[in-house]
């Protein structure tokens, strides 16, 4: 078996991925690459990985290179996540220049102005790799890590529909992090599906699985109590810089307790409350992600709460020592073992073609549902009485994944300028030009190639 892993070279993603891939029995024996455009943070996280294997005896090989076209031939699963430039600085662009043009966002990452952005810049070079893939590893699977994950998805599955493409998110971790506390039940006795698109998704379904009773009554009713005091990032900054301790929260199943004097009622999720409110469902992430595709939101977000989470994960990523650990915490782990031991297990969350999953929705539009992992590959389980409110705030946004790919595969500025006209969160137009020139002319190493 042979795994190859692009953006290596990120020792969050290096060691977090080989950690998980030693701790995974079904890909014991097998190759794994090492693939990143900064080949000196490669070897880095290459001899940590040979002096792990050699301490442990590990039944591994695994090797590095700069050069994806060495690295895919004969791959069974590739694993992106990749960035370009310096991640911070253009997402602190994507967020702030719109805002000289009277272009308001909460976040500026995945929706939004800042998300078209952000998309524009790292489709390219995903869809390249994919292109190898499809080249050298026509049999891979590949998993993707990277965002804006619906955008990304819904390109590269438009251009190279025979490249077998998921998206891969850790927002579903929010669901075993706090369901069971909420219900007072183990997560194994509770059965919870959650549907949507990345990043903008609820739960759907909700049962205790003895009885079989709908269990969505009460985890509206206790959840309103449970989240009105739930620590949110606010609180979360604070203890660190109280501290000094940054506690691991991406993809983390684990509450946290940070040492402050108080928490703000509804950290974090003042949007998320109205969702419940008004929609009567409950989502899986907070106000920095589902705020970012719905133009009503920046009216009742917690903007304070958004701004400290930005804050807490940028200190956290300059500052935490990444290791290779001994716990599976990515979900590519289990995906794998899935596929080669054609178990059928139901993964909680992936990105891939809707293809009537969620009716009212096209069919060329990835969505984010569980699925049924097989050696075939994902069958995503099908909501055919998903939530019409809820669906309606899903189309709003979809005009703008079929502009941002029609944008890339044509290298288009006119579709890319279209991308923002169609966005419901963009509501200002008379400069919108301006923005779009100012943006590729300050990103131009990334997206010159809009004409």
């Known amino acids: 078996m042979k795994i190859v892993l692009f953006g290596a070279g990120s020792a969050q993603f290096g060691y977090g991925m080989l950690g998980d891939l030693f701790s995974t029995k079904a890909v014991r024996g097998a190759e794994i690459v090492l693939?990143?455009?900064?080949?000196?943070?490669?070897?880095?996280v290459q001899r940590t990985a040979d002096d792990l294997i050699a301490k442990k005896n590990l039944d591994f090989h695994v090797w590095s290179t700069t050069d994806a076209r060495k690295a895919l031939p004969g791959a069974d699963f590739v694993i992106i996540s990749i960035e370009v430039g310096n991640r911070f600085a253009l997402w602190e662009e994507d967020w702030n220049i719109p805002l000289r043009y009277g272009v308001r966002q909460i976040y500026g990452e995945n929706g939004g102005a800042g998300g078209v952005f952000h998309a524009l810049r790292i489709i390219p070079p995903i869809m390249k790799i994919c292109e190898q893939v499809q080249e050298l590893a026509p049999v891979a699977f590949v998993?993707?890590?990277?965002?804006?994950?619906?955008?990304?998805?819904?390109?590269?599955?438009?251009?190279?529909?025979?490249?077998?493409?998921?998206?891969?998110?850790?927002?579903?971790?929010?669901?075993?992090?706090?369901?069971?506390?909420?219900?007072?039940?183990?997560?194994?006795?509770?059965?919870?599906?959650?549907?949507?698109?990345?990043?903008?998704?609820v739960i759907v379904e909700a049962a205790y699985r003895d009885t079989g009773k709908d269990a969505y009554p009460d985890l509206l009713e206790r959840g309103r109590e449970f989240f009105a005091q739930e620590p949110g990032f606010s609180e979360i900054l604070e203890h660190v810089r109280r501290t000094g301790e940054i506690p691991h929260t991406e993809g983390s199943?684990?509450?946290?307790?940070?040492?402050?004097?108080?928490?703000?009622?509804?950290?974090?999720r003042w949007l998320f409350k109205r969702f419940m409110d008004w929609f009567h469902l409950m989502p899986i992430t907070v106000d920095s992600h589902m705020g970012e595709y719905v133009p009503w939101t920046f009216d009742v977000a917690d903007h304070r709460g958004i701004q400290d989470f930005y804050a807490f994960?940028?200190?956290?990523?300059?500052?935490?020592?990444?290791?290779?650990?001994?716990?599976?915490?990515?979900?590519?782990?289990?995906?794998?073992?899935?596929?080669?031991?054609?178990?059928?297990?139901?993964?909680?969350?992936?990105?891939?073609?809707?293809?009537?999953?969620?009716?009212?929705?096209?069919?060329?539009?990835?969505?984010?549902?569980?699925?049924?992992?097989?050696?075939?590959?994902?069958?995503?389980?099908?909501?055919?009485?998903?939530?019409?409110?809820?669906?309606?705030?899903?189309?709003?946004?979809?005009?703008?994944?079929?502009?941002?790919?029609?944008?890339?595969?044509?290298?288009?500025?006119?579709?890319?300028?279209?991308?923002?006209?169609?966005?419901?969160?963009?509501?200002e137009a008379s400069r919108l030009e301006s923005l779009l020139d100012t943006v590729i002319s300050s990103q131009r190493q990334w997206l010159s190639y809009l004409q």
């Open 35 to 44: 693939v990143d455009i900064n080949g000196e943070a490669l070897q880095v």
């Open 253 to 268: 199943a684990d509450r946290l307790s940070p040492e402050v004097e108080q928490i703000r009622a509804w950290s974090d």
């Open 143 to 201: 998993f993707c890590y990277s965002n804006p994950m619906t955008a990304i998805t819904a390109a590269i599955t438009r251009a190279l529909p025979d490249v077998k493409f998921i998206g891969v998110c850790h927002e579903i971790a929010s669901v075993p992090r706090y369901i069971p506390d909420i219900l007072g039940v183990p997560m194994e006795k509770l059965s919870i599906r959650a549907a949507g698109l990345n990043h903008f998704s």
């Open 313 to 427: 994960y940028k200190q956290a990523l300059s500052k935490v020592e990444p290791k290779i650990g001994d716990v599976i915490h990515e979900l590519a782990g289990y995906m794998i073992a899935g596929i080669v031991e054609n178990s059928g297990y139901e993964e909680p969350a992936v990105n891939i073609l809707n293809d009537n999953l969620i009716p009212d929705l096209p069919a060329w539009l990835p969505v984010e549902v569980p699925a049924r992992v097989t050696s075939s590959g994902f069958e995503g389980i099908r909501f055919p009485h998903y939530p019409k409110g809820f669906g309606a705030l899903l189309r709003n946004y979809v005009g703008v994944y079929d502009m941002i790919a029609e944008a890339v595969i044509h290298s288009s500025r006119e579709y890319a300028l279209q991308a923002l006209l169609v966005n419901p969160v963009v509501t």
